[in-house]
């Protein structure tokens, strides 16, 4: 990062309002929560609420035009197997067009984001609207499947999503999804946080709403990119900086124990720093966003997941007609 951006960066944070969650739900700035964590009431869905049907499936890499599987030196193609769930909330008229959110590494929140759409659509806070949680191919970081779906900084992996899951999820769970950008919302944590926010940015005609927790916006690509060599890391770098303001809205949350919370700039791998820079470039270009910072908490912590998800999706909503 060049000298004059690391200082605009850093008087954009300086000048950055913090307030807790109390203050209003649907304002964007920086917040900060904790160090004490209570479960959502949300989470727990009353006796008298409509509760969605969950559709389960599995992928088969060897059906995959576009990940087949991560090349080994001597074994060649290494197959996997991806789990999918669809979530449909009991709402949905069918044959109607029904906006979503797709969650990467989606098992990981099968039993939070799923409750919490139950209780949120029944109170009228988001859009009746389904969810597609989508597992990656495995593994982690450079040299894996997962790391070359999420950490690869370009629109690969949003077209995987379009052509190969959305169609088969549509089809299994009998639902049409909306071609509508302001319907459709993209979230995940680590790896999958940043994956969640480069299906907007390069195709934000397919996505406006993003949502993230200890979003890896550092340098963990992997092959080299020579048009990201920095990985996610440029997107506050350079990327967002130097780019036109696209029609995003973004939540993101980084814990004060993240990952390489003691690393220096120059490792490009601090998720603190990487994060609070996100929200001052987005806060520099004047997209909406809403950056949470949460106290004596680790990495994507579950404590803080359970806490704000249900306040963090009625804010990702808002405004869809």
């Known amino acids: 990062m060049n000298s004059r951006l690391a200082q605009t960066l850093l008087m954009v944070l300086a000048l950055s309002p913090t307030a807790s969650s109390a203050d209003d739900k649907f304002a964007d700035g920086d917040f900060v929560i904790g160090p004490t964590y209570t479960d959502a009431p949300e989470l727990t869905v009353k006796d008298d609420v409509p509760r969605g049907t969950v559709t389960r499936f ?109 169609p088969r999820a549509a089809k299994e769970a009998g639902v049409k999804f909306t071609t509508d950008p302001e319907g459709r919302a993209t979230m995940g944590g680590s790896s999958g946080g940043s994956c969640a926010f480069t299906m907007a940015w390069f195709r934000p005609d397919l996505y406006h709403r993003v949502l993230t927790y ?10 080299l990119n020579p048009k990201s060599p920095h990985g996610a890391w440029e997107y506050h770098e350079n990327l967002i900086p130097m780019s036109e303001p696209k029609p995003l809205r973004v939540w993101l949350e980084v814990s004060e124990n993240d990952n390489g919370s003691k690393r220096d700039e120059a490792s490009l791998h601090n998720w603190v720093m990487a994060n609070r820079r996100m929200a001052a470039a987005l ?39």
């Open 214 to 223: 200890s979003g890896t916006y550092v340098n963990q690509q992997s092959p």
């Open 58 to 166: 599995v992928m088969d890499s060897q059906d995959s035009r576009i990940y087949p599987g991560i090349a080994k030196r001597r074994t060649g193609v290494v197959p996997y197997k991806r789990k999918v769930w669809v979530y449909v909330p009991r709402q949905y008229v069918a044959g109607a067009t029904i906006p979503f959110i797709i969650a990467q590494d989606g098992g990981g929140y099968v039993g939070t984001l799923i409750p919490a759409l139950d209780t949120l659509i029944h109170e009228k806070r988001v859009p009746v609207m389904a969810a597609i949680l989508i597992d990656s191919g495995g593994g982690d970081a450079q040299g894996s499947q997962r790391g070359l779906e999420y950490d690869t900084v370009s629109d690969v992996y949003a077209g995987f999503v379009e052509t190969e899951v959305l």
């Open 283 to 321: 806060k520099a270009k004047g997209y909406h966003y809403r950056y949470v910072f949460a106290k004596a908490a680790g990495h994507t912590d579950g404590k803080v997941t359970r806490q704000t998800l249900p306040e963090a999706l009625e804010w990702l909503w808002r405004g869809y007609q």
